[in-house]
């Protein structure tokens, strides 16, 4: 939910299921003297107030311990965004932000301005959407396990890893409680015991159950997969993919009386990265039209196709045209012929009046780098796994000096996965790495464009937003316009991440740039106003550009 409260701070307020994103706002005239911002949560549900806490102090405050952080009572934020990532799903909050003057250690409070909201609960009545925590090389795991492997941990830190995505997907597949229902899934990585067992469970309980999955011949994966499925006794259900470039879809269909009642889809994978480690994203969609055209291209796939096959059936029962404005849950499956479900992607992208938020899990392909680069005041972030994958090293060098510099336009903002790899620094103690071999940090494919406005729109599903994936691959991607509460939820699991990442990066590229980091500078608070407010209000900086944004104003 949205809730933006006007007063000497404006404050926005946007709660997701887990996240709550707060921007600020105010008159430049009353930031003389800011010192920064404190702000109080009060939690309506379990009765307990609390200051939210921040890694950057005074400098005469700061205490020399790896495990510190600081109540923003004393060291408050200074920066207009700041979010609570330890909310709870349908929990009723009330945050007040308080504008802090004076000097460090002696802070005056200044007039706040106090926001409710309610968080989302992952499941909807119409989308229901799992975000697993992706944090598996973060402080809290450390803080919480150590640098031990989390299958070495147990069932705390695989529970915690996972959070709602593993609960929500058996919770999908629990649904076909018996000989009315069936199940049909498209799955490029199967080979997940504890989703395969939910099948397996299922088919106990009369279910049909029917699965494909991906088998390029040679594959390390096929090898997983076949072992994996014949474990859990499901071979003789099972349809290997072979004839497809890459099959790779995460989809199932749910039916009833031979009917189809709803569809989960997303970037998950069923592996052991997919779900505890790289950023994923599992979505429920409750529409039986829907679900139908989910059934008929399953069906299309059941009998292994050839591709230049599969892209004649595709093209005839998916046609897509990008000059068409996009529509509330239109599906685009893949492989097509030429490359119209591609720009339409595009146009959509470029329809964002404000804001542009994506997931590129291989680098940003030329096309879309085209559409972030615009010094134009509109917001447009990427988080990225890597800056490209695959082509030459001429063509990798290119891509990434290219997107480089697109990066440094005022109104992108970009982050790349990566992890704190020193014993310590500015408070930071040593993370333990991915535990993937291709991607371990950003596998989601969603977009989200102008998220905050009227009329969000939501692109979510298997395809890497590259022509590969339009008119080769076996894919799919739903568009969802005009869900808030969706928007709201992707926006602040995209911010989560994307926050996280950054300051990761950031130590990664002075490493990398200076081969040590005795030369880091400690991240303490200003203790001036004059050297943080300014730039919040100098004309097409980024800082201002995201306080207008994100506050609404």
Excluded: C
Aim: glycine letters at 6%; proline letters at 5%.
């Amino acid at each position: 939910m949205r809730h933006r409260v006007e007063g000497h701070v404006n404050v926005n307020a946007i709660a997701g299921t887990h996240v709550v994103f707060l921007a600020m706002d105010m008159d430049k005239k009353d930031t003389s003297g800011l010192m920064g911002f404190s702000i109080q949560r009060e939690d309506k549900v379990e009765k307990e107030t609390i200051w939210l806490r921040g890694n950057k102090a005074f400098e005469i405050l700061r205490k020399a311990t790896s495990l510190n952080d600081f109540s923003s009572l004393d060291n408050p934020f200074q920066a207009f965004q700041w979010a609570d990532y330890t909310a709870k799903p349908d929990y009723n909050y009330v945050y007040t932000v308080f504008p802090m003057y004076g000097k460090p250690g002696k802070l005056e409070q200044g007039k706040a301005t106090e926001v409710t909201v309610k968080t989302e609960t992952p499941e909807g009545e119409r989308h229901s959407v799992y975000f697993n925590r992706a944090a598996i090389s973060s402080q809290a795991y450390v803080k919480r396990f150590g640098l031990v492997d989390p299958e070495k941990v147990g069932e705390e830190a695989l529970d915690w890893l996972t959070r709602e995505l593993l609960p929500g997907l058996i919770a999908f597949i629990e649904r076909a409680k018996d000989e009315k229902f069936s199940l049909h899934a498209a799955i490029y990585e199967a080979h997940f015991d504890p989703a395969l067992k939910a099948l397996s469970d299922a088919r106990k309980r009369k279910a049909k159950v029917q699965l494909i999955y991906g088998a390029k011949p040679k594959d390390s994966i096929t090898k997983q997969n076949i072992a994996a499925i014949a474990a859990a006794e499901l071979k003789s259900v099972s349809t290997p993919r072979k004839n497809a470039k890459i099959a790779h879809n995460k989809f199932i269909v749910l039916s009833r009386n031979s009917k189809p009642i709803a569809v989960w889809t997303g970037s998950t994978n069923w592996s052991k990265n997919a779900i505890y480690g790289q950023l994923n994203v599992g979505h429920a969609i409750e529409d039986s039209d829907l679900a139908a055209d989910y059934l008929a291209y399953w069906n299309e796939l059941k009998d292994d196709p050839e591709v230049q096959d599969e892209k004649e059936w595709i093209d005839e029962n998916n046609d897509i045209d990008p000059a068409q404005p996009a529509k509330d849950r239109q599906h685009v499956f893949s492989p097509h012929s030429g490359r119209k479900p591609y720009d339409l992607f595009i146009s959509i992208a470029e329809t964002a009046k404000s804001g542009l938020f994506m997931t590129f899990p291989f680098g940003i392909a030329k096309d879309f780098r085209s559409v972030y680069d615009h010094n134009d005041g509109i917001l447009r972030y990427a988080m990225l796994e890597k800056y490209v994958n695959g082509g030459t090293p001429e063509s990798r060098k290119a891509a990434t000096d290219d997107t480089i510099r697109i990066r440094k336009l005022p109104n992108i903002g970009m982050a790349l996965g990566s992890y704190i790899k020193v014993p310590t620094i500015d408070g930071w103690i040593k993370e333990r790495g991915g535990i993937g071999t291709h991607v371990n940090w950003v596998h989601t494919k969603f977009m989200l464009v102008d998220p905050l406005g009227n009329t969000p729109i939501v692109i979510t599903g298997s395809a890497n937003w590259s022509l590969p994936s339009i008119n080769e691959n076996d894919e799919n991607m739903v568009i969802i316009k005009g869900d808030k509460r969706v928007a709201d939820i992707y926006f602040g699991e995209f911010m989560r991440i994307f926050a996280h990442y950054r300051f990761r990066e950031s130590i990664a590229i002075h490493l990398a740039k200076n081969g040590t980091l005795g030369d880091w500078k400690p991240q303490n608070l200003f203790d001036k106003p004059s050297e943080w407010v300014p730039q919040h209000f100098k004309s097409g900086s980024e800082y201002t550009l995201r306080r207008i944004y994100f506050a609404g104003a």
